[in-house]
């Protein structure tokens, strides 16, 4: 299967919805390649698999290793990878850091949590041939507990400033934009206002395209509280459960292994 690329993901804009799910490991690269446009290694890895309280712990090394592991194993989709709180702090630390994880990973772009004080980063990091993600809306590494989030864009002013910064975002340079938790007429006009393609994370199907953390969508963590925008679309949970339970069974009844699985 050929590779998606940026002119592909441009082209779909308006057009055909672009699909992305996050992947932190091989396994997971392997099944998700070529079946959604971008995979994206995003910092959710810090509470979903690492069970952090919030995604402000995770590190650069965590991130560019998880992301080695996802590129190597993926051919046909593009891939984005989230630089973690505290590395982009300045424009210096942020091309710094930027260019150590993508010359270990390979990833096609970078995404960063944007507002209107690192807009000057995303252009200094363009200016460098990096090619990055902003994100916008609820913003988790803000976040120290995840149960305070709202989503955010529901008045004439908050929509407006969203708008303004998404604009001033796609000027600096920006590839692609995440709207996350943003009110369904905001994210619209956000998305019919700018040329690049907006993919939303809560945040209506007037984005361009749609992304969720996979985890989220498989039931792989059934004990953590759910936003409202998380469709369970199959419970693996279930299965994973089946299966022990029928390996605990066979061990202690003596009938695995049998001479099949024996040497
Ligand atoms: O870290 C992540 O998985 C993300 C998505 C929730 C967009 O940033």
Do not use: W
């Not at 441009?10 to 672009?18: D, Q």
Request: aromatic share 6%; net charge positive.
């Amino acid at each position: 299967m050929l590779k998606i690329n940026y002119k592909k993901l441009l082209i779909k804009k308006n057009k055909v919805p672009i699909t992305c799910l996050t992947a932190y490991s091989k396994p997971l690269a392997n099944i998700l390649d070529g079946k959604v446009d971008l995979i994206l290694i995003g910092d959710s890895l810090g509470t979903t698999l690492y069970g952090m309280k919030n995604t402000r712990s995770v590190t650069l090394e965590m991130m560019k290793n998880h992301g080695k592991a996802v590129v190597m194993n993926t051919k046909s989709s593009m891939t984005i990878i989230d630089m973690p709180y505290n590395t982009y702090r300045n424009k210096k630390e942020a091309l710094k850091n930027a260019l150590d994880i993508l010359s270990f990973t390979k990833a096609d772009f970078i995404k960063i949590e944007t507002d209107k004080k690192n807009i000057d980063i995303v252009k200094y990091l363009t200016k460098n041939k990096i090619k990055v993600v902003s994100h916008i809306g609820v913003t988790p590494q803000k976040f120290s507990d995840f149960n305070k989030i709202k989503s955010v864009g529901k008045n004439t002013k908050d929509a407006n400033n969203l708008l303004t910064l998404a604009k001033k975002l796609q000027d600096a340079g920006s590839k692609l934009i995440v709207l996350e938790c943003i009110n369904l007429h905001t994210s619209k006009k956000i998305t019919n206002n700018l040329s690049i393609p907006t993919i939303g994370i809560g945040a209506s199907k007037y984005c361009d395209g749609q992304v969720l953390v996979i985890d989220d969508i498989l039931n792989l963590n059934p004990n953590t509280k759910k936003p409202k925008f998380i469709k369970n679309y199959y419970n693996i949970e279930k299965n994973i459960i089946k299966a022990v339970n029928s390996f605990a069974k066979e061990v202690k009844n003596k009938n695995f292994p049998s001479k099949k699985y024996s040497y």
